[in-house]
Each structure stands twice: as structure tokens, then as C-alpha cells.
């Protein structure tokens, strides 16, 4: 009886998500193309939601979390969000603008130009670990594009969810914007969306693609992997740490761009790790009071503690940074540590860690590490740090990964102008700047024939003189 109950709610979730598709695609084709007024408008609509909600969507990420300090979900979210729309407003005319293009010598006095086109109605997968910016940020791009969205966001951020959905509703037509709580993954990716963007786990992701192929749905997937990071023999270690440590440990390490293992030059670990204890312990004096974000779910509180027992197990020396801090279990906090010497049977080294655990590797030569990092996954970021131009060269264009921060990390996801998106097992696609409102258009070609054309002069019957054309043609192509 309950199971029956359980799958007519299914279906009326299921029925939901297809009606609401229904209306957007059917307001697709009656707008094709909303004008630039329009399209500043749903933007502006989408500020003026989070500038004034900015307390109600902190306390809600935090109760999903079971603890996320305010001012971390308001600068790492919320400002970030809003710089983003104001940027894509202020770039919009410019965006839209039809591109001219060159013209074959063929065709004479004929024109050419792209129109960027929206592709109609995007389905929009968001994850739980920053549930508001991995929502807003491509949705960003998603509208400046001209297009109608649909939003499942993930089952650990359902007060979030539900505190969006009820603001959006009141702010954007259905057949425009809409959040649908309770949706399940399946029923949603197997809509036939003019794009899907999925933010997730690699697993996940794959499932989703699968789903997506059934309608020839292009998919722009922002997956994670093992970021990489790598201090130079010739940079200060402390300030490195500064800056590696902060983007480490914010959001207790569960950010996708976190530096997920780090390269130090043999003979600086130890300088490194004296340097993260007196950090971390300025940064964070008791992980159990409001700075120091939870685990978000205890499966994964579970699964982090057994990977840095597996690490210890397996011979890696394990270095908390903060003293005499202990593992909480009410809620889920695991104190920051760092894992030395890890080897590649680890899980550490096997798997995004996506916590407060930060493996330190040591290098005699820079060689061995690109080596290294070249073999494995390619990542969704790259940091190092280093003021040897030749060096950056090298390191630059010697991998490849989603991005890149020098001299810092995972700052290259808030430069509005520079795109974001991973390469291989991190993701394909991207989103943010110009690049992302063209993810989310059709570039449709357009050529106008001249007046006066020549081309008949290609006509059949042929005959020599095609041959005459032919040579001049190939002659004088340019």
C-alpha cells in the first residue's frame, strides 16, 4: 500500500515535470527570440530575488548543511552570483549583436553573418555543495542567452530548494523559470531539453549523458576531479599556504576546485606543514564554532573518516592542523588535516577527496610532477605557484586542465570573463563570460546571395571553361 502510494506521488512529480515543460516549450515557440529589454529584465528579476533575500537563503544553506557560517554562504553564493548577473547585463547588447563574416571571392558582393539564437528550454541540474551559486551561475547564461529553464536542484539542499522555488514563483512565470522540488534525476534528465547543464559527480554525469543521447540532447557537463597543486622551488611557502590553505578549508574542503593533493619541493615539507598549523589554528581555533563549515551528510562524514584511516593504514603520516581538535559526530565536523607521503593505493590518491583533507607530495624536479599529472584524469583546475615566467610557461603548456589559478586557487571561477568548465573527466562545456551565453545559443549561419552574381557561370552542362574557372579561382583564393 505504501509502496503504491509512493509511486502515484512519483507520477504526479513526474506529470508536473512534464507539464511544466510543455509550457515553456510551447512559450518557445511563440518567442523565439526575447529582445535585449527583455532579456536585461529577467536578469535584473534574478538580482532583486537574492539582494532581497540575502538572510533567508544564508539560513537556509546553513540548515542544509547542519552548519555553514552566514558570511561564508554570502560571499562565496551570493556576491558572487550577483557580480555575475551584472556583468552579463552590462555585456549583453554586445553579445547579441550579429558577427559579420567573410564572404568566399566566389560569391562577390554576398553577406555573411552569425545570429546567436536561443536554443529554447534548458534543463538545469545543480549539486548540493554550492547550491545556490552552481543554480545561479549558469542560469546566468542560461537567460543572457534567451532561453526558459528548468531547475532540479539536489536532494541535500531541499530547504534551499524550497525557499527558491517559492521566491522564484513569484517573480517568473513558469513557462520562463521554474524550480521543481521532489523532481527525481531520472525523470528529469529524460525530458527532451533543447541543453541540459548537470553539475555532479562523474558517475552521475554519466548517467545523465546517457539519458540526454536518447533525445540527441547536447550536454554540457562540470564534473571535479583531482585538482593538482604545486608550490615552485621558488616561491615563499608561507605565502602559498595562505592562500592553498584558505581554498582548501572553505566549505570544510567540499568545493569541486578545491586543491585536492599538493607538491612541495623536498626539503620545504616541513616548513609547509609548520606553516598550515599555525594558519589553520589563527584561521580556525575550534572547528565546532561557526566558521568551520559541516560534512553535509553523514555517508559522507563516514566515507572521509574511513579514507584518512585507510591513508594512516597504509603507512601515510597524518598531520591535524588544528590542536587538540576532535572529530564531532552530532555535527559531522572533521578537523582539518593534512595526510604526508600518500602513495597511489590510497583512496586519498584515487578518488576527490571533497573534504578537509589535503595530501602533500614532495619533488626533487618539476619534470616529475608534470609527468605525474599528465598520466592521471585531466583536472578542473590547475594551481601553482611561482614568479618564474619560463616556469609558468612550461607548466602552462605542458598539461591541460578546466583552469587555471596562478599564484593562488580556485579564483579563476570568479573572473566573469574567463570561462568555466572542465576537459575530459572533469567535465566538457563551459559556462560563464561570452562563452557561456554562446553554450547556450545556436551560432546559426546566415548567408545573403548578392545581386549581381556570377554563379551561373558554375552551371551545367560543363565544359572547358569550367576548367579555365577552376584554375583562376584556385589561383586567386584567399
Known sequence: MAQTAQLRRFDVVENEAQRIFTLQRQAYLRQPYPSLEERRQHLT????????????????INTDFGHRCAEESKMLEIFGCVDGIRYARKQLAKW???????????????????????????GLVS???YPLFLTVSPLTSVLAAGNRAMIKMASNSQTLCRLLHEKFSREFPEDLVAILPAVRAQDFSTLPFDHIIFTGSADAGRTVMRAAAENL???TLELGGKSPTIICHDYDVNEAASHILYGKYINAGQTCLAPDYLFVPEGKREQ????????????????????????IDEKSYRRLRATLEDAQRKGAQVVPLIPRAEFNDALRKIPPHLVLDPTDDMTIMQEEIFGPLLPVKT??????????IRVRDRPLGLYFFTHDKSLEHKLLYSTISGGVSINNVVLHVAQHDLPFGGVGASG?????????FLEFS?????????????????????????????????????
Do not use: C
Open 272 to 295: 609547509f606543514v609548520e606553516a598550515a598549523q599555525r594558519i589553520m589554528g589563527r584561521r580556525y581555533p575550534n572547528v565546532n564554532e561557526r566558521s568551520y563549515t559541516s560534512v
Open 127 to 129: 549539486p548540493w555543495n
Open 428 to 436: 566538457m562545456g563551459q559556462y560563464h563570460a561570452h562563452e557561456g
Open 217 to 219: 540532447t547536447p550536454v
Open 96 to 122: 547579441m549583436r550579429p558577427q559579420r563574416r567573410h564572404v568566399s571571392m566566389l560569391f562577390g558582393t554576398g553577406s555573411n553573418r552569425v545570429i546567436p539564437q536561443p536554443k529554447g528550454v534548458v
Open 442 to 478: 545556436k551560432l546559426r549561419p546566415v548567408f545573403t546571395n548578392p545581386r549581381l552574381s556570377l554563379l551561373h557561370l558554375l552551371y551545367p552542362p560543363y565544359a572547358r571553361r569550367h576548367t579555365r574557372i577552376f584554375d583562376l579561382l584556385l589561383k586567386f583564393a584567399r
Open 45 to 60: 528579476t534574478l538580482e532583486r530575488i537574492l539582494t532581497e533575500n540575502v538572510e533567508a537563503i544564508a539560513e537556509a
Open 363 to 372: 619533488y626533487r624536479d618539476i619534470d616529475e610532477v608534470i609527468a605525474y
